[in-house]
């Protein structure tokens, strides 16, 4: 009764008369904590309630105002694609001169990049020779074996791209063995046919760290700080998003002209 009472006054005093406002009501309570503090003790569940709705709905304006915010972002991105740079000893899987780029930056011990990895194969496997696809290193601190296993690729890259290619799908097809680090990265080097010896010569070289480094300044100035992060044609996908979401941009693409499949 007390808090209905106090809040039956607020709202008597806001609407009484036109020289009580909301600033007047701030000052009430500020002089007067205790009338506040009183009610929400009479009426604790009442209080929570209360909160917790008021709770949902900032939840809610915030989810909205992040939608409508990524959604513009979107949207720009398909007139200002980004650009990703091409080595010329870049890795490419798929067709060199196939209309669809699909570059992603990623952790080989991200649980979220082997949702990603699944994403991949889908496009790869619905859009044929239409798609080339470029995987670059953006291996996070916390994840101990993500460098180590991030090494090891390039270091089979310079001796073969096919066996390559044969390691990273291998590593997100069982990523629960990279717990055991050094012991599943070398089993799964010798199993796609590595140089062994050629490789622990190449594993710590200037070259093999420089090429994972290039590729995580690239994507630090793309604004990816997790994983998985896509180029898609230069439109930037943060994150592990179905197989749709990427159909859908490759859809607004050919709509507005910048593709002809």
Known sequence: MKMNLIILTMIALIFSACNVNEKQLAETLKKNPKILTDAIKENPSEFIE?????????????????????????????????????????????????????????????PFCSKGYKTVTDLMDKYGDNIRFIYKHLPLSFHPNAMP???????????????????????????????????????????VGADMAKL????????????????????????????????LNGVPVKGAYPTSHFIDIVEKLKEKGKLNL
Do not use: W
Not at 53 to 69: H, L, Y
Not at 164 to 170: M, N, R
Not at 211 to 231: N, V, Y
């Open 50 to 110: 209360a909160l917790n709705e008021a709770v949902k709905k900032a939840q809610g304006d915030m989810r909205k105002k992040q939608e409508e915010a990524e959604k513009k972002k979107l949207e720009e991105a398909f007139d200002n694609p980004l650009t990703a740079e091409i080595r010329d000893d870049e890795m490419i899987r798929g067709p060199k001169d196939a209309q669809i780029t699909l570059i992603e930056y990623s952790d080989f011990e991200c």
């Open 149 to 191: 296993a991030a090494q090891y690729y390039e270091a089979i890259r310079l001796q073969d791209e096919k066996k390559a290619a044969k390691f990273h799908d291998a590593i997100f097809e069982d990523q629960g063995g990279l717990r055991k680090g050094d012991k599943f990265l070398k089993k799964l080097a010798k199993d």
């Open 200 to 231: 622990q010569k190449d594993l710590n070289s200037t070259a093999v760290k420089k090429r994972i480094s290039e590729d995580m300044e690239e994507a630090k100035k793309f604004g990816f700080q997790g994983t998985p992060g896509f180029l």
